[in-house]
């Protein structure tokens, strides 16, 4: 089961700073908090993955707190092109790499 | 750098039937994962190949589901026999070594179970 609890849906204007919040209160020590996004008829594609505090790269930012219970990724100035499901993973399977998606968070950006 | 080949794209056939579906890896990806994706909900781990052997398939339905991957390279997932209840997006993916978070998805069989 992923043990990930994010929002259903959000909306969004083009320009705009969406950040999409999952909480993961029991995060195990060793998980690391993985991103993806997938658009329609598409596979999912990694945007970026934390341990701790900050990570940003060309894509956007992911804020971690120091207890790790939540992340929240950051996407600037999203475009029409943004639309999309985001997924927070964290933990792991039996082969030890961070496999479990949840149901994500449909984010619609209008213009 | 060629991505993750999947075929067939499209699939329909009738509860009972049998279907295979294909996938071919980004070359030196060791790491092979099938997914079920239903309409509405996150992709699901079928199974999950370390070259050509099985490291989880403890959501596989072994009893009609079946996944090979000879030689470490492409690999099959077969269903026999096909239910309504496997209607959905069948995802390939895979990863390089060290870095399993990354993983690299095709674009998926969406196969429909009438």
């Known amino acids: 089961l992923a043990k990930t609890t994010q929002p259903i849906s959000m909306d969004s204007y083009e320009g705009q700073e969406v950040n999409i919040t999952c909480s993961h209160n029991n995060i195990a020590t060793n998980d690391y908090i993985t991103w993806y996004q997938q658009f329609p008829s598409q596979g999912p594609r990694f945007i970026i993955q934390g341990y701790k505090t900050k990570v940003t790269n060309e894509v956007a930012s992911l804020f971690i707190p120091a207890d790790r219970k939540s992340s929240t990724l950051s996407l600037p100035r999203v475009s029409l092109s943004d639309t999309a499901v985001y997924y927070c993973?964290?933990?792991?399977?039996?082969?030890?790499?961070?496999?479990?998606f949840g149901k994500g968070t449909t984010l619609s950006v209008s213009s | 750098e060629a991505g993750v080949a999947q075929s067939p794209r499209y699939k329909i056939i009738e509860k009972r039937q049998s279907v295979a579906f294909w996938c071919n890896p980004i070359s030196g990806h060791a790491t092979l994962y099938w997914y079920q994706q239903i309409l509405g909900q996150g992709p699901k781990l079928l199974i999950q190949f370390q070259n050509n052997g099985v490291v989880d398939d403890s959501q596989l339905p072994k009893d009609r589901f079946s996944a090979e991957r000879l030689k470490g390279v492409d690999s099959t997932l077969k269903i026999q026999p096909a239910k309504l209840e496997d209607s959905a997006v069948y995802l390939c993916?895979?990863?390089?070594?060290?870095?399993?978070?990354?993983?690299?998805f095709g674009p998926g069989t969406r196969l429909t179970v009438t």
């Open positions: 993973l964290v933990g792991v399977n039996q082969a030890g790499t961070a496999l479990i």
């Open positions: 993916a895979s990863s390089a070594p060290g870095t399993d978070y990354e993983q690299y």
